[in-house]
């Protein structure tokens, strides 16, 4: 189905989120959206499949003008989408999932939807239990069951939006010969949403390229990243150089340490990190990893091993301890766990400043040092701006600023997760900066090329157990894609 | 104790169960769409009244049982209207209910305290009763009670196994994902919350016309607060729900049993007992105790006894769902 977006216009206030954009998509074909964050691409894909109405333009299916008043209704004309976080119900069974998905029927024909999902998934080479509860599935898994439900409802139009945040390698691969077959034998339409150029590089048949509500560019395939890159940008952007760092004395030590919950058992973990150093911590999501960042900040008890901060024995001390020490943990969830909603940027310096403080606070003081930290991390708002209001890029940059000047070990987890290019690389800057007076850096991260670009050693995490650290400049984003997934390069 | 003591006690404790497996199961219902009607004490207080009032002014009993139920109903309505339409505090608005809810069953209610009326006949079921043991614990009670059997048995299968039921999970779990599969969310939800509020209603009906007939201040108060604490319980789900209200049933009346074994003991001790046992067992069931428990387990057993024991809430509790 060819579907055309003509002309669309979307406004949030003042801003032009959509700002006349026009696109074709043929059937048969991937075409890729490429855009940095806030480009609009996520507002296109959004009117296009009924969540949100646009305020000027017009879309055609086939030649046909077509206005869609909700999501379900787009689907009946043949557009899914793949959300960024599958749109799905976690603690249902995979089953009740796709039920959920059908016509009314008092009683649901189960026997019928399964036999559905195990042809489809075997046409895909996927390997879903009918039985298994979703939230026991992995991303990759979960995208795998979005796409087989949008098929099973008949889609002929697929959007994917950001779809490879969070999966493995080779679900990765899975997922893109999934679309490749999808356009190329079954003619289906594709539209690819990404901000990574690598993979609308390896992909797409034609890209177009979004810059602050605008289309700057269509472009056929093979692609140029120069040119791509100038037109999401306006600029070329200089990828920076890695600079070693004299190491330290260790900062950090884990003498093997066993982690205990429910779900999972970390154990016998040992690793020493020196001063200066930076590891990067691999694996797909709920390998044990975040555990073991945990452990390390004082945030999750270990059952039994020991925790050393510079020699000394930290083991069952409280975060408390461990903050005054000199560690600080950055959580995912910036908004959830970072920061405090509802407070502006001057309340979060004051409770954030240490030793003892007098009991009323001085405001006109607080604000001016907010103003500064702003200033020196370009931060978009003003200091009496609700943190909420925030971007995504501008909380990672307050929770940096509101670090303490001197650190012994940062923690972290995604550190960039969520963030435009630019806004990443600049976070970068700081951590690099941070090393060279002596702290030491422990990040999670689901994006090969930032593990492999600021780490000295990389550690991946896989069903609960901790491999040896690799060093980080002998080994190759292939070879640590496969260790992340599970599977053992033979070569 | 001898054998016929026994089978009385269980009886009664199947009897007593009754109301708190309607409310337990209609708060399951509403809050399984995503909706936390807390005004529970409240409307069954006053559903109690009105059934009472009603029954007792008509000489129809199932006359009281549906004005009860649309008491529960437009009381559920409020919450749903404050929290869905004018995206107030559902906790607030439930909260302030409870207290309209007591206050006017007492006002309302002044005329016929302490007077005799009509209530749900005794009725036995042929053949079942004269079964050894069962017949009498199960099946020598009255239509209410049977009811209440047959309502578990129905939510169960309408909530796991039918279509509806299975999109009245998705919009409590997930109101986006429902939204974008074609469910009118916050239609269901009203719904919802005026049939979770309705068989409150009934709840309170069979208290003043089946289980402490009657009606006097104050008749039912904390039992709506109980049946909260069972829908928790319960993990939201309608057996556990019932087994939640059998047991809160047994801790009653052996605390009543205890009372007459140890008289010296006041007996405000044995009264707030089941209360007290009842916070105990929640606090084990919903606290990381349950989690350092499992791991103690072997690992095949762990997932049997953690979905058996622990229920998470539905995932869009509470929240107000818009749309983009």
């Not at chain 1, 669309?8 to 700002?19: E, L, W």
């Not at chain 2, 001898?2 to 009664?12: G, N, P, Y």
């Not at chain 2, 299968?157 to 009118?184: C, D, H, M, V, W």
């Not at chain 2, 539905?314 to 107000?320: D, M, Q, S, T």
Request: proline share 5%; net charge neutral; with cysteine.
């Amino acid at each position: 189905m060819k579907i055309e977006a003509l002309d669309i216009r979307k406004y949030f206030g003042p801003v032009r989120a959509n700002d006349g954009i026009t696109l074709t998509v043929e059937p048969g074909s991937i075409h890729g959206l490429l855009g940095e964050n806030g480009a609009g691409k996520t507002t296109l894909m959004k009117i296009l499949t009924g969540f949100i109405s646009a305020d000027g333009g017009e879309t055609r299916l086939d030649g046909r003008p077509v206005r869609f008043a909700s999501p379900a209704e787009s689907i009946r004309h043949g557009i899914g989408m793949l959300h960024q976080e599958p749109l799905d119900f976690p603690p249902l069974k995979v089953l009740d999932n796709l039920l959920l998905a059908f016509e009314d029927r008092l009683i649901p024909g189960r026997q019928q939807v399964r036999r559905v999902l195990e042809e489809l998934c075997r046409r895909f080479n996927f390997s879903i239990d009918p039985d298994a509860r979703v939230n026991t599935l992995t991303v990759g898994e979960r995208q795998q069951l979005e796409i087989l439900r949008l098929l099973a409802l008949g889609a002929e139009v697929i959007i994917l939006d950001e779809p490879t945040t969070g999966i493995s390698a080779p679900q990765k691969v899975l997922l893109f010969a999934t679309l490749r077959r999808l356009a190329k034998e079954e003619g289906k339409s594709v539209i690819f949403v990404s901000h990574k150029l690598e993979e609308v590089e390896e992909l797409c048949d034609r890209v177009t390229v979004l810059r602050q509500g605008k289309v700057t560019g269509h472009i056929e395939a093979p692609f140029r990243a120069e040119q791509l890159v100038q037109l999401m940008f306006g600029q070329s952007l200089l990828r920076s150089d890695r600079s070693r760092v004299p190491l330290g004395e260790p900062a950090l030590e884990l003498q093997d340490v066993t982690v205990q919950t429910y779900r999972l058992t970390v154990s016998h973990m040992s690793l020493a990190v020196r001063a200066g150093e930076v590891i990067g911590l691999a694996g797909l999501e709920g390998s044990g990893q975040r555990l073991m960042l945990r452990a390390c900040a004082g945030l999750q008890r270990p059952s039994s091993g020991r925790v050393r901060l510079q020699g000394d024995d930290f083991t069952r001390r409280s975060y408390r301890d461990f903050l005054a020490a000199g560690v600080a943990y950055l959580p995912a969830g910036r908004i959830e766990e970072g920061l405090i909603r509802g407070l502006t940027l001057t309340e979060h310096y004051v409770l954030t400043q240490r030793g003892h403080q007098p009991l009323f606070i001085d405001w006109v003081g607080a604000a001016e040092g907010m103003q500064h930290k702003i200033a020196e991390f370009n931060i978009r708002g003003q200091s009496g701006t609700p943190v909420e209001a925030l971007s995504g890029g501008n909380q990672q940059r307050a929770l940096l600023s509101l670090l303490p000047p001197v650190l012994k070990v940062l923690a972290m987890e995604h550190p960039t997760r969520g963030l435009d290019i630019e806004s990443a690389m600049w976070v970068w800057e700081q951590l690099l900066e941070r090393r060279k007076s002596g702290t030491a850096i422990l990040f999670i991260s689901a994006d090969l090329d930032e593990l492999m670009e600021h780490s000295d050693r990389i550690i991946v995490f896989s069903g609960g157990v901790m491999a040896s650290p690799i060093d980080a400049a002998a080994t190759s984003i292939e070879e640590l894609g496969y260790l992340i997934g599970g599977v053992r390069d033979n070569s | 104790m001898d054998s016929i003591l026994l089978i009385r006690t269980l009886a009664s404790i199947v009897r007593g169960a009754t109301p708190l497996i309607f409310a337990g199961i209609g708060e399951t219902i509403t809050e399984k769409a995503g909706v936390i009607n807390l005004s529970l004490d409240g409307t069954i207080l006053l559903s109690a009244m009105v059934a009472f009032a009603v029954t007792y002014t008509t000489g129809s009993v199932i006359l009281g049982f549906i004005a009860a139920m649309l008491v529960g109903a437009l009381m559920a309505l409020i919450v749903a209207f404050g929290s869905i339409t004018l995206r107030q505090d559902q906790v607030a608005i439930g909260f302030v209910l409870t207290l309209l809810g007591a206050e006017m069953s007492s006002f309302l209610g002044n005329p016929f305290v302490r007077l005799k009326g009509p209530s749900v006949p005794h009725l036995p079921i042929p053949y079942l009763a004269d079964i050894p043991i069962i017949g009498p614990i199960f099946f020598n009670h009255n239509l209410v009670v049977y009811l209440g059997y047959a309502l578990i048995i129905f939510s169960w299968f309408y909530i796991f196994k039918t279509q509806p039921g299975l999109k009245l999970q998705g919009i409590g779990e997930r109101p986006e994902a429902a939204f974008a599969r074609g469910s009118n969310v916050n239609l269901m939800r009203y719904v919802y919350t005026a049939l979770g509020g309705a068989l409150v209603g009934f709840a309170g009906a069979s208290y003043s016309l089946s289980i402490k007939l009657g009606w006097s201040h104050r008749h039912t108060a904390g039992n709506g607060w109980i049946a909260l604490a069972i829908v928790i319980f319960g993990g939201w789900h309608p057996f556990r729900v019932a087994f939640g209200a059998y047991l809160f049933g047994s801790l009653k009346s052996l605390s009543s049993i205890f009372q007459r074994v140890a008289p010296g003991i006041p007996s405000q001790f044995f009264n707030g007992a089941p209360f007290a046992l009842m916070i105990i067992v929640l606090l084990l069931v919903s606290s990381g105790w349950l989690d350092r428990l499992l791991i103690r387990l072997p690992v095949r057993l762990r997932r049997l006894v953690h979905d058996a024991l622990l229920g998470a809430p539905p995932g869009g509790l509470g929240r107000v769902f818009v749309k983009e």
